[in-house]
């Protein structure tokens, strides 16, 4: 098991440019969570999946924030335009069921800084 | 509702002390608790839950964690810290299928 894979590690990107993150999930889970964090905010949900359908996106900082998962293997988090503030970690996360008892299987995040 | 409070965003301990990280939660039915650990420039990786059962949980490199309804807590140990025990802690609970952390604690080992 390869685990949550987040691509890229790192991304280094221009105010105003487009951001995509990549996120597959491990095989057999069906729920998929994807978290910013940052020093002064922590840990932040953005949205979650279940079974490839957004559940919950209230965590979704602004409109220039959108996730797909069009499939249960790969999903997405894009940033249009990206401003300074959006710098952080963001983490990408899955689970068997919805997560309740099984807890999260995180990746290894992938470090954006808008500059 | 439901929260998690993680008392101490840092704490210091001297090689082979006891490790004693507080996590207190918030939830108006039983919880389902984690502790997740984050090293360095990684994700979170579980170290242990609470679900069900005996209330006493034991999880990876040596720590366990009492659930106390009583006290609503969940008290993370381990009995002789490590130097590789160095890193972010953080509490969790989850209710309607979604985990909410706690603020994380930072633990540094003293040599």
């Known amino acids: 098991d390869a685990g949550v894979i987040q691509s890229p590690r790192h991304e280094v990107t221009e105010m105003g440019q487009e951001v995509t993150l990549r996120c597959k999930p491990i095989s057999g889970h069906n729920s998929l969570f994807w978290y910013r964090q940052t020093m002064m905010r922590g840990l932040e949900l953005l949205i979650y999946?279940?079974?490839?359908?957004?559940?919950?996106d209230s965590g979704m900082p602004e409109d220039r924030f959108s996730a797909k998962m069009p499939n249960a293997s790969f999903s997405t988090l894009k940033i249009q335009p990206s401003e300074p503030r959006d710098s952080a970690v963001y983490f990408c996360?899955?689970?068997?069921?919805?997560?309740?008892?099984?807890?999260?299987?995180f990746g290894s995040g992938t470090r954006l800084t808008v500059v | 509702a439901q929260s998690v409070t993680q008392l101490g965003s840092h704490v210091s301990v001297s090689e082979g002390a006891l490790v004693l990280l507080r996590c207190n939660y918030s939830?108006?039915?039983?919880?389902?608790l984690f502790w997740y650990v984050q090293y360095p420039n990684q994700g979170l990786q579980l170290l242990l839950k609470y679900t069900t059962g005996a209330t006493l949980v034991k999880g990876i490199n040596g720590f366990e964690a009492e659930f106390k309804k009583s006290e609503t807590s969940f008290h993370l140990t381990k009995p002789s810290a490590h130097m590789s025990d160095a890193a972010e802690y953080f509490c969790a609970v989850t209710l309607n299928e979604k985990l909410t952390f706690g603020t994380g604690t930072r633990l540094t080992i003293i040599p």
């Open positions: 996360a899955s689970s068997r069921g919805q997560g309740g008892s099984y807890g999260y299987t």
């Open positions: 999946f279940n079974n490839n359908v957004p559940i919950d």
């Open positions: 939830s108006s039915v039983p919880p389902y």
